[in-house]
């Protein structure tokens, strides 16, 4: 079983930075895929980034160059820096691990997921 706190989000202006954390505990991240997912408001759960066991990264294409994920393994957290926020980057961020040992392709379906957190609010006014 694994356990996964968000934390990091609030309200902050267009073109501002956030960096949300993710701490897991339960089992070690590395035989995890590590994501970031978003649900705006009347919308579906949406990819946003991706870390995987060896530290292969993934974005959609909406937030690359813009975001950032990293992990720090010892800390067993994944942390996403945002950068360059718009209004359609305000939502609920979520981090979610899917188990895949030493498999490390890009799992962008929120079903594909095995744990949850519980979310944080991203807010960008503009």
């Known amino acids: 079983q694994v356990q996964l706190v968000e934390s990091g989000g609030g309200l902050v202006q267009a073109g501002g930075s956030l960096r949300l954390a993710c701490a897991a505990s339960g089992r070690p991240i590395l035989g995890f895929a590590m994501t970031w997912f978003r649900q705006a408001p009347g919308k579906d759960r949406e990819f946003v980034a991706q870390?995987?066991?060896?530290?292969?990264?993934y974005y959609a294409d909406s937030v690359k160059g813009r975001f950032t994920i990293s992990r720090d393994i010892a800390k067993n957290m994944v942390y996403l820096q945002m950068n360059s926020l718009n209004s359609e980057d305000t939502a609920v961020y979520y981090c979610?691990?899917?188990?895949?040992?030493?498999?490390?392709?890009?799992?962008?379906?929120?079903?594909?997921?095995?744990?949850w957190g519980q979310g944080t609010q991203v807010t960008v006014s503009s």
């Open positions: 979610a691990a899917k188990v895949t040992f030493i498999d490390s392709k890009s799992y962008v379906k929120s079903n594909e997921y095995d744990y």
């Open positions: 870390i995987g066991w060896n530290g292969a990264t």
